[in-house]
């Protein structure tokens, strides 16, 4: 069948046929899109296994400069009450995440220039001192020097999702800032030595087939060593209230499609997938995804973490998630390592 012929293709070496992806893309029932999921799930059993990597994300500050039109932390939504974690919290939380057995620390925030790169090095080298975590950083745009002086003091991976792939659609989401000088620092990063992560949401207004296509690809070329893809979901205190969310089954496509162009790429299964269906995250762990991200945020800052609606809840205790979800992937044959 012609689905069969594209997804043979796509598993040839060589960057992916725009054809192909828009052909896969516009697959829209479950039935249609079984062997798609199929092949990605025997894929990513293949090259990366049936372990599920752990990261404990800590989210420090939601204070954030930017004005992003999808997005609750965006500094013109005066409702949301602001916070920023001390050092000695954010070392806590650090230590919490080595308690549950987990090798990786996510440090994530908003655009928050309070944390200049002096304040982060001194507070990325006591967490590496301290807790010899692997340390992922997730703190949006800066200069080249910010990021090589990260570096030094130990930090190892960074995500800096590209959003979407249309340069038309990033500009308008994003006033004020261009798709260009995100694909600049992460060109950056690769360069500095960290593993790097990009992805992109699923859903937007103005995405089409097309636009999907570009993002897979763009996944692809800047040889990202783990990508972050989750639905849209829209927020109530931005501009984009009244659009429609993101679907289950487009994302699936896109994690399915992600892991059989770049088989050995990490893909989260994200909280955003278990906001829209309760069983979303399973759902992508069986289509390509192979990351589980708990969060160490200490409850009260948790819930003002306010990205999209619906993800506190999800804010139980990390080890009681951790518990059940391990139960649960057992049942697939799938393990948990730290
Ligand atoms: N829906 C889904 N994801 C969102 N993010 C921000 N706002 C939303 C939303 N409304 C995601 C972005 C960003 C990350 C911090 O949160 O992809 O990279
Ligand atoms: Fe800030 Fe990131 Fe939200 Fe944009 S998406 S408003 S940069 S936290």
Excluded at 34 to 59: C, S, Y
Excluded at 99 to 112: F, H, K, P, W, Y
Excluded at 269 to 296: C, I, Q, W, Y
Aim: hydrophobic content about 35%.
């Amino acid at each position: 069948s012609k689905t069969e012929e594209c997804l043979e293709r796509l598993q040839e070496a060589g960057p992916p046929r725009r054809e192909d992806l828009i052909a896969l893309l516009s697959l829209r029932d479950e039935k249609a899109l079984q062997p798609l999921f199929f092949a990605a799930d025997a894929r990513r059993k293949e090259t990366v296994g049936d372990v599920v990597h752990l990261r404990g994300i800590v989210e420090f500050s939601n204070y954030c400069e930017r004005n992003c039109l999808y997005c609750g932390l965006r500094q013109a939504n005066r409702q949301l009450k602001r916070y920023r974690m001390t050092d000695r919290e954010i070392l806590e939380a650090a230590f919490a995440v080595k308690r549950a057995n987990i090798g990786t620390l996510v440090l994530q925030s908003g655009e928050d220039p309070f944390y200049d790169a002096e304040k982060l090095c001194r507070l990325i080298e006591s967490i590496k001192r301290e807790t010899g975590l692997v340390i992922t950083l997730s703190l949006g745009e800066r200069p080249r020097e910010e990021y090589q002086a990260f570096r030094q003091a130990g930090a190892d991976r960074y995500l800096l999702k590209h959003e979407t792939a249309s340069p038309s659609l990033y500009h308008r989401l994003r006033p004020g800032s261009r798709l260009e000088n995100r694909l600049t620092c992460l060109g950056w990063l690769k360069d500095l030595g960290f593993e790097t992560g990009s992805g992109n949401m699923v859903g937007l207004p103005g995405q089409d087939a097309a636009v999907l296509a570009d993002d897979i690809s763009l996944i692809d070329s800047l040889n990202a060593d783990m990508a972050g893809i989750g639905p849209f979901l829209p927020h109530p205190q931005t501009p984009l209230s009244s659009c429609p969310p993101g679907e289950v089954l487009p994302v699936l496509t896109i994690l399915a499609l992600v892991r059989l162009t770049r088989p050995v790429i990490h893909l989260p299964a994200t909280t955003a997938m278990s906001v829209l269906h309760p069983e979303g995250r399973l759902k992508a762990l069986a289509s390509g995804a192979n990351v589980f991200m708990p969060d160490f945020t200490p409850p009260a800052y948790r819930r003002l973490y306010d990205l999209y609606p619906g993800r506190s809840a999800d804010s139980g205790d990390p080890l009681s998630i951790l518990n059940l979800l391990e139960k649960e992937l057992n049942r697939y044959g799938r393990t948990i390592l730290p």
